[in-house]
């Protein structure tokens, strides 16, 4: 199932990526820093949410509390929770 995460404090707008059960495929960013991104999204292509999480979460942009990847593995969760 398609999924579209509002982002909140990083430079990215949005991350759209499709959920079959826990596994994440089809991982796009809109904003941000294109090349990073494009990594991040192979990366994680056919990775499980906890996978994510426990690669992704509590990372750090600079002076922010959060960061690109932080902001995929809260998406993937609300996603697998039903929040979004």
Known sequence: MRHEYITKGVCAKKIVFDLDGNVVRNVSFFGGCNGNLQAVSRLTD???VEEIEAKCKGI?????QTSCADQLAKGVREALNGSI
């Open 60 to 64: 750090c942009c600079g002076s922010r």
């Open 46 to 48: 056919g990775m499980t």
